[in-house]
């Protein structure tokens, strides 16, 4: 495998088409994919271990791209301040209205703005914290801005795309979501859910379609990058379902679909950027005609052929000087991509199933507090905007309350159980399980435990020093010793890619990165810190859980505990005009104004 980084360069302030600026590798067999996915994943979780190429590779701080994708040249549509119409409802029940089954409302404007809005900017970060970049993000030129949604290293290189028929609120078009305007780009006019249907295999009236623009993060992350933003897919992908679900919109969004035609109608490339996430939204019905059972798409060659409603392609600008692609992102990607295969029937999905752990030993089982919302929590709409990471802030002093944990976890485990195209609800098993090592957890022993969701209780007991964790931590910006839980979010991967191929790598990855927003949400709710880490050594991690050997494996690590305080900092939060709320979830849903 070739391990030297493509280097390409660009003017600074270049403007790009849609196409792409390297030699795509050569395209994957089927039978090669589910190899090139597990030795892929196998690399990510050496890597404290055995060093990822390109070797002696240094981010160019300097260089690095916007964080905002910014098209020129095109109309922009202002939307409704966000989150001013939301109902003030609970997560519990944001949780809740989300595993119903697929809702036949369309989306008034507002709701359409509040779920936008979940990848928009909240506010400024001038906290000091414990992040090596918290001194340098206090100068103008490098500030950072808080989003509802958490992003691996801050970069958030998802984008979001609608796509709009006649019987939307919107004109009927292509839009593009304006993070740093909150407005949309309008991209195509006319309606295109017609084709957007044969792509995904599903009609409906209007879709949300995620992307993901890599370069936004690998240019920090290099290779490790594909493993990072498959996970901050299924953090948005969690925001939208609880901001649709307190609007009494369920959803079930489309993991499987053909890449080409999707990038081609949001006008992406499909390599550079590339389409992970379809949202129907509305009344739905399977299209008509929509595959050819067995073929599949090309993946790497250039996907976008001239748009003929548009005269020319979008400019979009580039801060990048030089922008880099990595060899082992693109390999990954095109081993995940499905073209218009078949969509896997809904059996498919035991594959993945992580049933209860059973305590055969006598070992300890510890019966968690009913998992009930309290009257302190913050409701959804505060949540989002309360939800930051704890960056050294984290505190032991103070042991956790077992009533906050076994909330937090159960809000996990059940928006784990919400629904997709290939795993449907109601799901007996999602493809998650939580296990925990707790450090100081009010009447909890330390050690290492399972989390079971059907009964409430941590079970499979085991000795497991917390305070071990920290020599397998490779950054510095928390000390481990402080949380008084590391959730440690692990999966099935081997399972799902003998199943449904390489994509199955792709699907678990969204749903662990939906936990992560699960717990980020909870711990704000909650007053409590939290942080998602993924430098921990998985291999050192798996051992100690006793899951080493099997098809287990650790995906994701998430502290939790109380902070520290009080802590300095300026408000510099985003503030936009007040307007009425209604009280009614069903008038915000419905409403076309």
Known sequence: MNTTDQIHEHGHGHHHDHTPAHNPPANPTPEAEPDIVLDYARRMFERQRVPLPPYGFTVDWSDQPSRHKLYQGVTRVPLPSPFDRMPRVSLDAAVTASRAAHGDLLPSLDVLAAALACYGLTGRRTQPNWNEDSRRKLQTQNAVWARPTP?????????????????????AGVYHYATAHHGLDRLAVGSHVEELAQASGVAAGMYL????????????????????????????????RLVLGAHGIAVEPLLWFDEAAVSDLIGIDGVAEAPFVVV?????????????????????????????RRSE?????????????????????????????????PADAVAGALHAVTSDDGSTVVTLPAATSQDGDLDLTSSLGARRSSFG??????????????????????????????????????????????????????????????????????PVDGAELQRYYALTNYNLREAAVVVV?????????????????????????QSAQALYLAAAARGLGVGAVLGIDNLAVDAMLGIDG?????????????????????????RYPARAHTDSPSKGAVSHD
């Not at 992003?151 to 709009?164: D, F, H, R």
């Not at 485990?413 to 795993?423: F, H, I, K, Y």
């Not at 287990?552 to 300026?570: D, N, Q, V």
Request: net charge positive; hydrophobic share 35%; aromatic share 8%.
């Open 280 to 308: 129907p939204l509305g009344p739905i019905a399977q299209a008509k005609d929509v595959t050819t059972p067995g073929t599949r798409a090309t993946p790497l060659e250039p996907l976008i052929r001239r748009d003929t």
């Open 209 to 240: 379609v995620a992307s993901l623009r890599f370069w936004k993060n690998a240019f920090k992350y290099n290779s490790f990058s594909y493993h990072v933003v498959t996970q901050d897919i299924g953090a948005l992908l969690a925001s939208w």
């Open 313 to 345: 392609p979008h400019q979009v600008w580039e801060k990048s000087r030089r922008v880099r692609s990595f060899p082992l992102v693109e390999e990954v990607h095109a081993a995940t991509l499905v073209g218009s295969l078949p969509r896997p029937g």
């Open 393 to 462: 802030a984290l505190s032991a002093s103070r042991p956790l309350d077992p009533a906050d944990l076994g909330w937090m976890l159960a809000m996990t485990n059940r928006l784990a159980g919400t629904g997709t195209d290939v795993a449907p609800a109601p799901r007996a098993h999602p493809w998650i399980r939580l296990r925990i090592i707790a450090n100081q957890v009010d009447g909890l022993e330390q050690g290492g435990y399972v989390y079971d969701g059907h009964r409430h209780r941590l079970s499979d007991a085991r």
């Open 550 to 574: 099997t098809d287990e494996t650790s995906m994701l690590f998430i502290l939790l505990g109380h902070e520290r305080g009080p802590r300095a900092g300026y408000d510099h939060a985003i």
């Open 489 to 513: 979010v692990t999966g099935q991967l081997k399972p799902l890619v003998r199943t449904y191929g390489g994509r199955g790598y792709r699907m678990l990855s969204i749903e662990v990165g």
């Open 151 to 171: 992003s691996g290293g801050g970069m958030y290189p998802a984008e979001t795309y609608l796509v709009t028929g006649n019987d939307a609120t919107l004109p």
